[in-house]
């Protein structure tokens, strides 16, 4: 499995970026992709993920009600939709993707990622 991010920029605080994950080679029905961010000086942390499947999400607390993840099965490609951006957004953002999820249902954060794009840096100025 291969993933392909894109999508970042440089963007005002307020403002909107999409992020895209495109994901090819060996994809079958239930899989699970999440997108990850790590800061200047800080370990990498979980932003949010989505089961293809079932479309069950998943929010870390810092972005809930700004970002939304969804997913065009048909092009094999995850959104991250990121509103209301602050300079504490800014990071290199990562998709990772897990083939063999245990189930279709999302409960937590979601760290079980088998595969990894390279980031895409996303820049919030104040």
């Known amino acids: 499995v291969q993933l392909q991010a894109s999508g970042g920029g440089l963007v005002r605080a307020g403002g909107s970026l999409r992020l895209s994950c495109t994901a090819s080679?060996?994809?079958?029905?239930?899989?699970?992709t999440g997108w990850f961010r790590q800061a200047p000086g800080k370990e990498r942390e979980f932003v949010a993920a989505?089961?293809?499947?079932?479309?069950?999400?998943f929010y870390a607390d810092s972005v809930k009600g700004r970002f939304t993840i969804s997913r065009l099965n048909a092009k094999n490609t995850v959104y991250l939709e990121m509103n209301s951006l602050k300079p504490e957004d800014t990071a290199v953002y990562y998709c990772?993707?897990?083939?063999?999820?245990?189930?279709?249902?999302?409960?937590?954060?979601?760290?079980?990622?088998?595969?990894w794009g390279k980031g895409t840096l996303v820049t919030v100025s104040s």
């Open positions: 990772g993707a897990d083939p063999n999820p245990a189930g279709t249902r999302i409960t937590g954060p979601y760290y079980n990622m088998d595969y």
């Open positions: 080679g060996r994809i079958f029905g239930n899989f699970a």
């Open positions: 989505i089961n293809w499947s079932s479309g069950s999400t």
